[in-house]
Protein backbone atom coordinates (compact mmCIF):
# COMPACT_ATOMS: atom_id res chain seq x y z
CA UNK A 1 0.00 0.00 0.00
CA UNK A 2 0.86 3.77 -0.20
CA UNK A 3 0.58 6.34 2.16
CA UNK A 4 -0.25 10.09 1.15
CA UNK A 5 -0.03 13.14 2.80
CA UNK A 6 -1.07 16.59 1.28
CA UNK A 7 -0.53 20.18 2.48
CA UNK A 8 -2.71 21.85 3.13
CA UNK A 9 -5.32 20.05 4.60
CA UNK A 10 -7.61 22.98 4.32
CA UNK A 11 -7.31 26.53 3.38
CA UNK A 12 -10.17 29.75 2.60
CA UNK A 13 -8.28 32.08 -0.10
CA UNK A 14 -9.63 35.33 -1.65
CA UNK A 15 -10.81 35.68 -5.21
CA UNK A 16 -8.08 35.74 -8.00
CA UNK A 17 -5.25 34.13 -5.97
CA UNK A 18 -3.61 31.05 -6.26
CA UNK A 19 -2.84 28.31 -3.95
CA UNK A 20 -0.56 25.39 -4.49
CA UNK A 21 -1.20 21.76 -3.11
CA UNK A 22 1.55 19.43 -2.30
CA UNK A 23 1.36 15.37 -2.39
CA UNK A 24 4.16 13.48 -1.22
CA UNK A 25 3.82 9.25 -1.18
CA UNK A 26 5.81 7.55 1.38
CA UNK A 27 7.24 5.16 -1.75
CA UNK A 28 7.86 5.76 -5.31
CA UNK A 29 5.37 5.63 -7.71
CA UNK A 30 5.19 6.49 -11.57
CA UNK A 31 1.42 8.15 -11.66
CA UNK A 32 0.12 10.32 -9.90
CA UNK A 33 -3.43 11.31 -10.40
CA UNK A 34 -5.60 14.96 -9.29
CA UNK A 35 -9.33 14.76 -8.57
CA UNK A 36 -11.70 17.46 -7.62
CA UNK A 37 -14.67 16.62 -5.41
CA UNK A 38 -17.17 19.50 -5.54
CA UNK A 39 -19.91 19.57 -2.72
CA UNK A 40 -22.27 17.29 -3.44
CA UNK A 41 -20.36 15.92 -6.46
CA UNK A 42 -18.39 12.54 -7.19
CA UNK A 43 -14.95 12.30 -7.99
CA UNK A 44 -14.24 14.24 -11.15
CA UNK A 45 -10.10 13.39 -12.48
CA UNK A 46 -8.34 17.00 -13.32
CA UNK A 47 -5.37 15.52 -14.85
CA UNK A 48 -2.75 12.47 -14.47
CA UNK A 49 1.23 13.81 -13.29
CA UNK A 50 3.92 11.48 -14.97
CA UNK A 51 7.22 11.85 -13.63
CA UNK A 52 9.47 13.27 -16.50
CA UNK A 53 6.78 14.30 -18.79
CA UNK A 54 4.05 16.60 -18.76
CA UNK A 55 0.87 16.22 -17.22
CA UNK A 56 -1.91 15.13 -19.23
CA UNK A 57 -5.16 16.50 -18.58
CA UNK A 58 -8.73 15.90 -18.83
CA UNK A 59 -11.60 17.55 -20.73
CA UNK A 60 -12.09 20.38 -19.17
CA UNK A 61 -9.32 21.32 -17.19
CA UNK A 62 -6.36 23.29 -18.82
CA UNK A 63 -2.89 23.94 -17.88
CA UNK A 64 -2.99 27.55 -17.40
CA UNK A 65 -5.61 26.93 -14.84
CA UNK A 66 -4.37 23.72 -13.17
CA UNK A 67 -0.97 23.60 -13.28
CA UNK A 68 1.40 20.61 -12.13
CA UNK A 69 4.82 19.29 -11.18
CA UNK A 70 6.31 16.42 -10.84
CA UNK A 71 9.71 16.83 -10.24
CA UNK A 72 10.46 13.39 -8.76
CA UNK A 73 8.91 9.80 -8.15
CA UNK A 74 6.94 11.02 -4.98
CA UNK A 75 6.25 14.38 -5.22
CA UNK A 76 3.50 16.24 -7.05
CA UNK A 77 2.09 19.61 -6.58
CA UNK A 78 -1.12 21.13 -7.96
CA UNK A 79 -1.88 24.91 -8.54
CA UNK A 80 -5.40 26.37 -8.55
CA UNK A 81 -4.65 29.45 -10.56
CA UNK A 82 -6.75 32.74 -10.34
CA UNK A 83 -9.23 31.13 -7.95
CA UNK A 84 -13.18 32.04 -7.91
CA UNK A 85 -16.15 30.85 -5.73
CA UNK A 86 -16.81 27.88 -8.54
CA UNK A 87 -12.85 26.37 -7.69
CA UNK A 88 -14.30 25.79 -4.12
CA UNK A 89 -13.90 22.01 -3.72
CA UNK A 90 -11.76 18.72 -2.37
CA UNK A 91 -8.57 18.41 -3.86
CA UNK A 92 -7.61 15.14 -4.09
CA UNK A 93 -4.30 13.12 -4.54
CA UNK A 94 -3.76 9.88 -5.56
CA UNK A 95 -1.79 7.14 -6.72
CA UNK A 96 -1.84 3.65 -8.93
CA UNK A 97 -0.80 0.52 -6.90
CA UNK A 98 1.72 -1.46 -8.16
CA UNK A 99 5.23 0.35 -7.04
CA UNK A 100 7.53 1.76 -10.06
CA UNK A 101 5.46 0.08 -12.57
CA UNK A 102 2.66 2.21 -11.81
CA UNK A 103 -0.93 2.36 -13.41
CA UNK A 104 -4.04 0.92 -11.50
CA UNK A 105 -2.66 -3.04 -11.27
CA UNK A 106 -3.85 -3.30 -8.31
CA UNK A 107 -6.55 0.11 -6.33
CA UNK A 108 -5.58 3.38 -6.12
CA UNK A 109 -4.63 5.05 -2.73
CA UNK A 110 -5.61 8.68 -2.17
CA UNK A 111 -4.79 10.95 0.10
CA UNK A 112 -6.97 12.84 2.72
CA UNK A 113 -7.82 15.71 0.35
CA UNK A 114 -7.19 19.45 0.40
CA UNK A 115 -10.45 21.42 1.16
CA UNK A 116 -10.28 24.96 -0.55
CA UNK A 117 -12.95 27.76 0.00
CA UNK A 118 -12.53 30.57 -2.59
CA UNK A 119 -14.03 33.95 -0.89
CA UNK B 1 -18.50 8.78 -23.10
CA UNK B 2 -17.89 6.04 -20.16
CA UNK B 3 -19.58 7.07 -17.08
CA UNK B 4 -20.95 5.18 -13.69
CA UNK B 5 -24.35 5.41 -12.51
CA UNK B 6 -25.14 5.10 -8.99
CA UNK B 7 -29.16 4.77 -8.49
CA UNK B 8 -29.11 6.16 -4.64
CA UNK B 9 -28.20 9.30 -3.98
CA UNK B 10 -29.02 8.85 -0.28
CA UNK B 11 -29.80 5.61 1.75
CA UNK B 12 -31.23 5.65 5.26
CA UNK B 13 -31.43 2.34 6.78
CA UNK B 14 -32.08 0.73 10.66
CA UNK B 15 -29.35 -1.47 11.96
CA UNK B 16 -29.06 -5.04 11.01
CA UNK B 17 -31.31 -4.23 7.76
CA UNK B 18 -29.52 -5.75 4.96
CA UNK B 19 -28.28 -3.17 1.56
CA UNK B 20 -27.75 -2.98 -1.74
CA UNK B 21 -26.25 -0.52 -3.13
CA UNK B 22 -27.03 -0.40 -7.18
CA UNK B 23 -23.76 0.37 -9.67
CA UNK B 24 -24.13 0.04 -13.43
CA UNK B 25 -21.57 1.24 -15.39
CA UNK B 26 -21.47 1.96 -19.58
CA UNK B 27 -18.08 0.68 -21.39
CA UNK B 28 -18.41 -1.95 -23.42
CA UNK B 29 -15.37 -3.87 -22.88
CA UNK B 30 -13.10 -5.25 -20.19
CA UNK B 31 -13.27 -3.58 -17.08
CA UNK B 32 -11.74 -3.66 -13.38
CA UNK B 33 -13.90 -2.63 -10.95
CA UNK B 34 -13.77 -1.21 -7.64
CA UNK B 35 -16.11 0.70 -4.43
CA UNK B 36 -14.67 3.04 -2.24
CA UNK B 37 -15.85 4.42 1.20
CA UNK B 38 -15.06 7.47 2.77
CA UNK B 39 -16.03 7.20 6.49
CA UNK B 40 -16.95 10.80 8.09
CA UNK B 41 -13.50 13.12 8.20
CA UNK B 42 -11.60 9.72 6.69
CA UNK B 43 -9.67 9.14 3.73
CA UNK B 44 -11.40 7.45 0.58
CA UNK B 45 -10.48 3.48 1.51
CA UNK B 46 -11.18 0.50 -0.94
CA UNK B 47 -13.69 -1.76 0.12
CA UNK B 48 -13.60 -4.26 -2.38
CA UNK B 49 -12.11 -4.87 -6.04
CA UNK B 50 -12.83 -6.97 -9.27
CA UNK B 51 -10.80 -7.52 -11.89
CA UNK B 52 -11.40 -11.36 -12.70
CA UNK B 53 -12.23 -14.64 -11.57
CA UNK B 54 -15.65 -15.01 -9.39
CA UNK B 55 -18.10 -12.66 -10.33
CA UNK B 56 -18.94 -12.59 -6.65
CA UNK B 57 -16.21 -10.49 -4.75
CA UNK B 58 -15.85 -10.31 -0.55
CA UNK B 59 -14.71 -7.19 0.58
CA UNK B 60 -13.69 -6.06 4.36
CA UNK B 61 -16.27 -5.25 6.77
CA UNK B 62 -18.59 -8.17 5.72
CA UNK B 63 -19.42 -6.33 2.46
CA UNK B 64 -19.76 -8.00 -0.99
CA UNK B 65 -20.11 -7.43 -4.50
CA UNK B 66 -21.43 -9.16 -7.75
CA UNK B 67 -20.54 -8.34 -11.43
CA UNK B 68 -23.17 -9.30 -13.72
CA UNK B 69 -21.10 -8.95 -17.17
CA UNK B 70 -24.74 -8.95 -19.28
CA UNK B 71 -26.13 -6.07 -17.20
CA UNK B 72 -23.18 -4.47 -16.82
CA UNK B 73 -23.62 -4.12 -12.81
CA UNK B 74 -21.66 -4.28 -10.04
CA UNK B 75 -23.96 -4.03 -6.92
CA UNK B 76 -22.65 -3.42 -3.13
CA UNK B 77 -24.55 -5.43 -0.47
CA UNK B 78 -24.17 -6.26 2.92
CA UNK B 79 -26.64 -8.69 5.25
CA UNK B 80 -26.67 -6.72 7.89
CA UNK B 81 -25.56 -3.33 8.46
CA UNK B 82 -23.79 -1.79 11.96
CA UNK B 83 -24.03 2.11 12.79
CA UNK B 84 -20.42 2.13 12.09
CA UNK B 85 -20.88 1.47 7.92
CA UNK B 86 -22.71 5.16 8.33
CA UNK B 87 -20.52 6.73 5.17
CA UNK B 88 -20.51 7.40 1.60
CA UNK B 89 -19.86 4.52 -0.92
CA UNK B 90 -18.26 5.00 -4.43
CA UNK B 91 -18.69 2.62 -7.44
CA UNK B 92 -15.63 3.11 -9.15
CA UNK B 93 -14.55 1.66 -12.73
CA UNK B 94 -11.22 1.21 -14.37
CA UNK B 95 -11.47 0.50 -18.70
CA UNK B 96 -9.06 -2.37 -18.88
CA UNK B 97 -5.64 -1.04 -20.09
CA UNK B 98 -6.48 2.33 -19.09
CA UNK B 99 -5.30 4.02 -16.04
CA UNK B 100 -8.04 6.39 -14.73
CA UNK B 101 -10.69 5.24 -12.54
CA UNK B 102 -14.06 6.65 -13.52
CA UNK B 103 -16.17 7.23 -10.02
CA UNK B 104 -19.94 7.23 -9.83
CA UNK B 105 -21.44 10.13 -8.26
CA UNK B 106 -21.18 8.37 -4.62
CA UNK B 107 -24.29 6.90 -2.14
CA UNK B 108 -24.54 8.61 1.46
CA UNK B 109 -25.24 6.08 3.53
CA UNK B 110 -27.17 6.97 7.14
CA UNK B 111 -27.23 4.01 9.90
CA UNK B 112 -29.58 4.52 12.28
CA UNK B 113 -28.75 2.98 15.48
Known amino acids: SAVISQKPSRDICQRGTSLTIQCQVD?????MFWYRQQPGQSLTLIAT?????????ESGFVIDKFPISRPNLTFSTLTVSNMSPEDSSIYLC????????????????FGPGTRLTVL | AQSVSQHNHHVILSEAASLELGCNYS??????LFWYVQYPGQHLQLLLKYFSGDPLVKGIKGFEAEFIKSKFSFNLRKPSVQWSDTAEYFC???????????FGKGTRLHILP
Open chain 1, 49 to 57: ANQGSEATY
Open chain 2, 92 to 102: AVNPDRDDKII
Open chain 2, 27 to 32: YGGTVN
Open chain 1, 94 to 109: SVGGGGLAGGLYNEQF
Open chain 1, 27 to 31: SQVTM
